[in-house]
């Protein structure tokens, strides 16, 4: 399988990834897919096959279950693998239980290492825009947890290039991971 290395980072990853949508098939999600434990330990075989190395998920997919899943599955094959998960949306009813605020990046990142029994995410990545929040408390949470060692990476999804612009120049004005 090809890899390429992740934008300016020593990090390779493969061309072709395993998204988790499918994983759990809890509340909305179960008409995308069911893929249990057992199915999902046979997909991470098959990928290893293939030796395809990127995963990617997020805490929304089931609401935590594709993470739970994937903690399973993982065990004794973590470091064969990047994965790559997502915060942003809602997860409970709470104030601070969606977005980018620091609150929830925090707290949803310490989840998302608890579901996948893992003290690292690979790549940690908003999920959306948040135009609540300034991207500078986005991205200084995001620095924290970088430091801490529980993020190696950060990255984004379905943004637009000028959101991702103004982030790579708030990063290079502080010092914050791009």
């Not at 893929?35 to 997919?61: K, S």
């Amino acid at each position: 399988m090809e890899q390429r290395f992740l934008g300016n980072s020593g990090l390779s990853v493969s061309v072709l990834g395993f998204g988790t949508m499918t994983v759990g098939g809890k509340d909305r999600f179960k008409n995308m897919g069911n893929l249990g434990v057992p199915e999902t330990g046979r997909m991470l075989d098959l990928l290893q096959e293939a030796d395809v190395n990127f995963i990617d998920t997020a805490d929304l997919y089931s609401f935590g279950g594709a993470e739970a899943i994937l903690g399973e599955v993982l065990q004794g094959r973590r470091e064969q693998f990047v994965i790559g998960t997502k915060v942003f949306m809602r997860m409970g009813s709470g104030a601070h239980e969606m977005g980018l605020s620091r609150k929830h990046i925090m707290s949803a990142c310490e989840a998302s290492l608890r579901r996948r029994r893992t003290d690292y995410v690979d790549i940690y990545m908003s999920h959306d825009p948040d135009m609540m929040i300034p991207a500078e408390e986005t991205l200084r949470a995001y620095d924290d947890l970088v430091k801490q060692g529980k993020v190696r990476y950060i990255g984004c999804s379905n943004f637009s290039a000028w959101h991702v612009m103004k982030a790579l120049a708030i990063s290079d004005r502080h010092a914050y991971p791009r």
